[in-house]
């Protein structure tokens, strides 16, 4: 059996999600209503997909995907393969570590977030839809709601907050081939945005605006719904396939992981590979220690507060409980922007909370981080994207530590976007002229 590269066939990729609530030991504090203003929740019913927000609140462990999605998995390239990183153990100079990375970085847009941009853009389809809206911030997700629109002959609308919208320029253009309807937030399509312009014209936007942007854009649009690609618990659930299929590659090969490592923003990729593993944890049937990696200008796990707070700077959505840094709170600009939220999803933040997730936050400016990525390029040749590079970066210090201690562990770091858009931040980050 190689070693090397572990794949599983077409058609054993799992056609189930995974639903780690029923097995919490705690029930999942539920989303509450603030004490002032209008109905959040009806505001979500009116402005969300119904099946995504079925699925928020299921009670079911299993959640059988239809079929079109499970296709729609394989279109996009599931299953992805699990590497044994050989060549970066040999470079670290590992006798007793054995390290392994999950491939997610090999989606069509270059991160896992297409796992539930397929899954939202099949159901607001079904449901009738003729338009996806969204926000993006780092681009992401607009990448990967574009994509996913356009393989369901849906319209999509991406508000990109407009600092960001300027100078990443080549995703800018991809997600316009796919077709999808780019605005630099604060833009003139809505009147939110309209006021904000009449009052600075060079308004560089922030992700609280575009959010506001596209809940106004699909409340005025008819056959528009609103799409998030983290944070909610129905997000996490569609990112499950993620470890279900690793877990089926650990079992191939006969091992298993001691750690699973991810990056953390709000937690899709981290809860998408390691939720699965967590149930095992939580039946009793796996031992296994999870790291949230994570950046200091958004430690949310690290340093944030267990309290309800809303999950946007607008204050549109109910509150939930989270680690928070406050919404309001103002984070410096780093490359991997994708780590710049100010809360961990609320089934993170009650692992976290009991103890079975651990996390640890690295310096804002991120020559470590960019440091790993270089080393990840020079050992395994993958670029990666920055935001992984984090999880790399943890992957590589825990495991010369357990090497120090003469312990015989195995390391799984999940690779959650690759970097082939990302260059400028590399060339700017390692000096290279
Ligand atoms: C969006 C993104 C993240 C952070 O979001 P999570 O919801 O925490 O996973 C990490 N890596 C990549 C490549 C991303 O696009």
């Known amino acids: 059996m190689n070693k090397n590269q572990i794949l599983i066939p077409v058609d054993e990729l799992p056609n189930k999600w995974y639903n780690i609530i029923p097995d919490l030991p705690e029930p999942l504090p539920p989303p509450k209503e603030p004490e002032s203003g ?7 019913q009116k402005t969300m ?34 590497y044994r990183a050989l060549r970066l153990e040999r470079r670290l100079g590992l006798k007793r570590v054995r390290l392994y990375y999950k491939r997610e970085d090999l989606s069509p847009t270059g991160s896992h977030k297409v796992n539930t941009a397929l899954a ?29 629109a356009s393989l369901m002959n849906l319209d999509c609308v991406i508000f990109w907050v407009k600092s960001v919208y300027d100078w990443k320029v080549d995703r800018r253009t991809l997600m316009k081939v796919y077709g999808g309807k780019v605005y630099a937030s604060p833009s003139k399509e809505t009147k939110i945005g ?64 001691d750690l699973i490592v991810g990056c953390l923003g ?32 958004a430690p949310n796990l690290v340093k944030g507060e267990y ?18 840094l406050g919404h309001k709170i103002e984070m410096p600009p780093i490359k991997a922007d994708g780590l710049r939220y100010h809360a961990a999803a609320p089934i993170i933040s009650l692992l976290r909370h009991l103890g079975i997730v651990k996390a640890i ?17 020079q050992s395994e040749g993958w670029l990666i994207a920055p935001e992984s590079s984090y999880a790399v970066r943890a992957g590589i210090d825990k495991a010369l530590e357990y090497e120090k201690a003469g312990e015989e562990k195995v390391i799984l770091m999940n690779i959650s976007g690759h970097g082939f858009l990302d260059l400028q931040a590399y060339k700017e980050k390692l000096g290279i002229p």
């Open 361 to 377: 936050a690295y310096p804002v400016d991120e020559k470590a981080i960019f440091e790993a990525a270089r080393i990840f390029l």
């Open 120 to 148: 939202q853009a099949y159901y607001a389809a079904k449901e009738g839809k003729t338009t996806l809206v969204t926000e993006t911030g780092a681009g992401q997700w607009g990448t990967a709601l574009a994509y996913a």
């Open 38 to 44: 209008p109905s959040r929740m009806e505001f979500l």
């Open 307 to 324: 309290r309800y707070d809303f999950a946007d700077v607008g204050e549109h959505t109910p509150l939930l409980k989270m680690y928070t």
């Open 194 to 257: 309209e006021e904000i312009l009449a009052k600075n014209p060079n308004h560089p936007g922030s992700l609280g605006i575009a959010v506001s942007e596209g809940l106004e854009y699909t409340a005025e649009h008819e056959g528009s719904i609103y799409c998030l690609g983290s944070v909610l618990n129905h997000v996490l659930m569609h990112q499950t396939i993620i470890g279900l299929e690793t877990k089926k590659q650990f079992e191939l090969i006969d091992d298993k992981p």
């Open 266 to 297: 709000g937690g899709s990729n981290f809860g998408g590979v390691s939720l699965p593993f967590i149930g095992d944890v939580l039946k009793g049937k796996l031992e296994c220690e999870f790291l949230a990696a994570q950046s200091e200008a």
């Open 49 to 82: 997909i119904h099946e995504c927000l079925r699925q928020e609140s299921s009670t079911e462990n299993w959640i059988r995907m239809p079929d079109e999605i499970w296709e729609l998995y394989v279109q996009a390239g599931r299953p992805r393969p699990l």
